[in-house]
């Protein structure tokens, strides 16, 4: 949304410069602002933030606060998915240039290079893990993809987490909203206090472990018994701002979900409508939401109920009259999290 006009002007709706908030501001308050009080700022007419008013066109009329907000998010999803399918497209290239150097026979140094490693087996992949583990010293980032987390998954690396926190390591971890239902995660936050911040979305990408922005752990294989361990800067640059990015548009675990401001409507309801409005199947909803695809079907069926529609094409066209069929309106505060028990390894 960045403003294409004067030079005194190169921003965008997020960081108004102090003329046209005063002015925007003004027309928020008034209804309405002469024309002529806008002409020193075109970038509230560039950016949408103003528009003539159709029964006087000497008068121009502001854009709703609101509906500013919603574009700004919207956006800022819309560079996260474009991420995240970036980073998939990386994952697979990888794959098969992994492919090609197994089948030429490839020696192992070629391959095994400082900035990528290629962790063949759950071994390897723990090897790795523990390495990093016990060189960082400042900050880890996660990302842990699927629903509630299990009591052996927490467990399992409740001592990695603790020797962090002995160290003064700060931790962020991201999850789905489902992870708000186990009873553990909830456990383990308490254990770990200040040390450890959680936060939650719809959905995320799939599991990525941050050691000090220096080194980054992806999963390389649909089964997850292949890793890369990635060194480059520039590649883990990238990673941290796409963590960032989902990051701040996360809810912290303490603060409730918004409401949907649609009655009967609850908003993992609210999410599952999205993604069927884009043409997804019952199985990738799931499996984007961290939910079985028979709890899928189940909210499927009450939204079908709560909206009227008595077929799954009937379902789509109410959803789009709802205005269900965009992101839902996210946000939330800064906070930090850890390679929580779970993080065992990026399987």
């Not at 794959?95 to 990528?116: C, D, F, K, N």
């Not at 629903?147 to 971890?173: C, K, T």
């Not at 999850?175 to 936060?199: C, I, K, W």
Request: aromatic residues 4%; charged residues 25%; contains cysteine.
């Amino acid at each position: 949304m960045a403003g294409h006009g004067t030079q005194e002007h190169p921003h965008g709706a997020d960081r108004l410069c102090d003329a046209g908030e005063r002015v925007y501001s003004r027309a928020v308050r008034r209804g309405r602002v002469p024309r002529r009080d806008a002409e020193p700022v075109p970038c509230l007419l560039e950016l949408a933030l103003l528009h003539p008013d159709p029964d006087d066109m000497d008068f121009l009329v502001p854009t709703a606060p609101q509906e500013v907000m919603t574009r700004l998010l919207r956006g800022m999803y819309d560079e996260v998915s474009a991420s995240h399918r970036r980073v998939g497209s990386a994952v697979a290239a990888y794959e098969r240039y992994a492919g090609l150097g197994r089948r030429l026979q490839v020696p192992a140094t070629t391959v095994e290079g400082s900035a990528i490693r290629v962790l063949d087996g759950l071994s390897r992949i723990q090897a790795a893990m523990d390495e990093a583990t016990e060189a960082c010293r400042t900050e880890v980032l996660t990302v842990q993809p699927g629903g509630i987390r299990r009591e052996h998954e927490l467990s399992e690396g409740l001592h990695r987490a603790l020797a962090l926190r002995g160290r003064g390591v700060r931790m962020r971890d991201l999850y789905t909203h489902v992870a708000r239902h186990g009873q553990g995660l909830l456990n383990y936050l308490e254990l770990m206090g200040d040390t450890v911040e959680a936060r939650t979305l719809d959905e995320v990408i799939d599991r990525l472990i941050l050691f000090d922005r220096t080194v980054a752990f992806i999963p390389a294989n649909s089964d997850r018994t292949m890793a890369l361990e990635l060194r480059h800067p520039a590649l883990v640059e990238y990673l941290v701002t796409v963590f960032e990015r989902l990051w701040r548009l996360a809810i912290p675990l303490t603060a409730p979900l918004p409401d949907t401001g649609i009655e009967g409507i609850s908003h993992r309801e609210r999410s599952i409508a999205a993604l069927l409005a884009e043409g997804h199947q019952d199985a990738v909803i799931a499996e984007r939401l961290g939910i079985s695809v028979r709890t899928c079907r189940a909210h499927i069926a009450r939204l079908s109920e709560t909206l009227g529609a008595a077929s799954r094409t009937q379902l789509g066209v109410r959803i789009a009259q709802a205005g269900l069929d965009g992101p839902p309106a996210t946000g939330g505060t800064s906070a930090v999290s850890a390679p929580g028990p779970g993080s065992r390894t990026v399987r």
